[in-house]
């Protein structure tokens, strides 16, 4: 197993850098960021006081490493019914609102995962989170074929401190350097993404992301919140989330843990059916300002 670091510390100072003004997106660049670059950051969604409260629930939680690291541990059974204010950040409004935009459908939450990035981490190898067949990391929840994963960052990141690492626009190759099973240690388009605390990554589950080391002598805590349109579900049946353990969860936030198996489609939808529409601006080539 390759425990390399994924970046040396020099090269962190010549690293591409995404310089933009997140906070002044529209709704429709939002969108168009996602579908396009492959990612978004969303400034300044958790308060300072919703920070302090999220990260001392979480710091009860029991966390296990990574197979190749001890510096990378987290927790990936969540939404934990012991951590409530955790649990309401799934239905965060300005996150819900921009979601329901971006897929046009009921909104399904798939997963919700803690990752503890501590001093020394090596970085996260650059992968995607689709895994159209399935695989034995993602299990069969990874085969949606449409999943937004959100990131929000707890902690400040800095060039040092385990920034988010992507390659934009990577999600549209059709070449097989593009197969969502690859893996890459680095790469020369890698882009490194700063923010600060309280901000989140949206990212397509297609695009190819990771993460640079942690070369600063603080922690850099994340959660990772996984929703998915009503529409695409997974290739096959997946095993349902424990229905007491859901109902133990804020009332709010319940709506939002359907069915798993959730597959809104027309399997037998034939060539020509009827009252066929004209218009739908959700695929439109001028859509985002629509």
């Given at each position: 197993?390759?425990?390399?670091?994924?970046?040396?510390?020099?090269?962190?100072?010549?690293?591409?850098?995404?310089?933009?003004?997140?906070?002044?997106?529209?709704?429709?660049?939002?969108?168009?960021?996602?579908?396009?670059?492959?990612?978004?950051?969303?400034?300044?969604?958790?308060?300072?006081?919703?920070?302090?409260?999220?990260?001392?629930?979480?710091?009860?939680?029991?966390?296990?490493?990574?197979?190749?690291?001890?510096?990378?541990?987290?927790?990936?059974?969540?939404?934990?019914?012991?951590?409530?204010?955790?649990?309401?950040?799934?239905?965060?409004?300005?996150?819900?609102?921009?979601?329901?935009?971006?897929?046009?459908?009921?909104?399904?939450?798939?997963?919700?995962?803690?990752?503890?990035?501590?001093?020394?981490?090596?970085?996260?190898?650059?992968?995607?989170?689709?895994?159209?067949?399935?695989?034995?990391?993602?299990?069969?929840?990874?085969?949606?074929?449409?999943?937004?994963?959100?990131?929000?960052?707890?902690?400040?990141?800095?060039?040092?401190?385990?920034?988010?690492?992507?390659?934009?626009?990577?999600h549209l190759s059709m070449h097989r350097d593009g197969l969502p099973y690859n893996r890459y240690l680095a790469h020369e388009g890698e882009q490194?993404?700063?923010?600060?605390?309280?901000?989140?990554?949206?990212?397509?589950?297609?695009?190819?992301?990771?993460?640079?080391?942690?070369?600063?002598n603080q922690r850099r805590r994340l959660l990772a919140i996984a929703y998915r349109p009503a529409w695409a579900g997974p290739i096959a049946e997946?095993?349902?989330?424990?229905?007491?353990?859901?109902?133990?969860?804020?009332?709010?936030?319940?709506?939002?843990?359907?069915?798993?198996?959730?597959?809104?489609?027309?399997?037998?939808?034939?060539?020509?059916?009827?009252?066929?529409?004209?218009?739908?601006?959700?695929?439109?080539?001028?859509?985002?300002?629509?």
């Amino acid at each position: 197993m390759d425990t390399k670091f994924t970046n040396s510390r020099e090269s962190l100072d010549n690293a591409r850098r995404a310089h933009t003004d997140w906070a002044g997106f529209t709704l429709a660049e939002r969108i168009a960021a996602v579908e396009l670059e492959g990612y978004v950051v969303i400034p300044n969604l958790l308060s300072a006081e919703q920070i302090e409260k999220i990260g001392t629930e979480l710091d009860t939680l029991t966390t296990v490493p990574r197979d190749y690291t001890t510096q990378l541990r987290g927790s990936s059974d969540g939404p934990w019914p012991e951590c409530p204010e955790t649990a309401r950040v799934i239905v965060l409004p300005a996150m819900i609102e921009f979601l329901s935009a971006l897929f046009g459908d009921a909104l399904i939450c798939t997963s919700c995962l803690y990752d503890l990035s501590l001093p020394g981490h090596p970085g996260i190898a650059i992968h995607t989170d689709s895994q159209p067949y399935g695989s034995q990391i993602f299990g069969l929840q990874a085969s949606s074929p449409v999943l937004a994963r959100v990131l929000y960052y707890l902690d400040d990141l800095t060039p040092q401190r385990a920034p988010f690492k992507v390659i934009p626009r990577s999600h549209l190759s059709m070449h097989r350097d593009g197969l969502p099973y690859n893996r890459y240690l680095a790469h020369e388009g890698e882009q490194m993404v700063t923010c600060t605390a309280g901000s989140a990554a949206v990212i397509n589950q297609k695009v190819f992301h990771g993460n640079y080391p942690n070369y600063s002598n603080q922690r850099r805590r994340l959660l990772a919140i996984a929703y998915r349109p009503a529409w695409a579900g997974p290739i096959a049946e997946v095993p349902e989330r424990d229905a007491d353990r859901i109902g133990r969860l804020p009332a709010e936030v319940q709506p939002l843990m359907g069915s798993l198996n959730t597959r809104d489609i027309d399997f037998n939808v034939p060539n020509r059916p009827d009252d066929l529409g004209t218009a739908a601006n959700g695929i439109h080539p001028d859509r985002w300002p629509r």
